[in-house]
C-alpha cells in the first residue's frame, strides 16, 4: 500500500502549487495524513500534517501561513495548497500515512517514524 503525491512542478517564485495525496479509502479516512519534503543533500523534513479527525493541523515554521493541508470532501484525499512558493521549497514532497494513533483522533506526527506507506513523492520545483 502506497500513498500517491500528486501535482508538482516547475513554478515561479511566489507561485502557487496545489499537491494531492491519494490512495484507497481506508489508508486515508480516519488517518493523520502528513506532508514531508527532501531536497538534494538533505534529509527528510516535516512539512503539514492534518489528524485523522480532520480538526487538527500543524506546520514547519518554515511554510506556516503559505502552506494549507486539508480533507477532501469524501476525506479520500488530502490536500496541500502552497502559496507564495520560494526558492527554499524546491524538493521532492511526500505523503504518508500517520501509524501509531487511534483512527479519527486529534493527534499529529512530525516525525519521519510516526508515518508509513511512502509513496514515490511529486517533485516542486521553484524557478527565480
Known amino acids: 500500500v502506497q500513498l500517491q503525491a500528486s501535482g508538482g512542478g516547475l513554478v515561479q517564485a511566489g507561485s502557487s502549487l496545489s499537491l494531492s495525496c491519494s490512495a484507497s479509502g481506508r489508508t486515508v479516512v480516519g488517518y493523520a495524513v502528513g506532508w514531508f519534503r527532501q531536497a538534494p543533500g538533505k534529509e527528510r523534513e516535516f512539512v503539514a500534517a492534518?489528524?485523522?479527525?480532520?480538526?487538527?493541523?500543524d506546520y514547519a515554521d518554515s511554510v506556516k501561513g503559505r502552506f494549507t493541508v486539508s480533507r477532501g470532501n469524501a476525506k479520500a484525499t488530502v490536500y496541500l495548497q502552497m502559496i507564495s512558493l520560494k526558492l527554499e521549497d524546491t524538493a521532492v514532497y511526500y505523503c504518508?500515512?500517520?501509524?501509531?494513533?487511534?483512527?479519527?483522533?486529534?493527534?499529529?506526527?512530525?516525525?519521519?517514524?510516526?508515518?508509513?506507506?511512502w509513496g514515490q513523492g511529486t517533485q516542486v520545483t521553484v524557478s527565480s
Open positions: 492534518i489528524s485523522g479527525s480532520g480538526r487538527s493541523t
Open positions: 504518508a500515512q500517520g501509524i501509531g494513533v487511534a483512527t479519527y483522533s486529534d493527534y499529529v506526527p512530525r516525525k519521519v517514524s510516526g508515518y508509513r506507506y
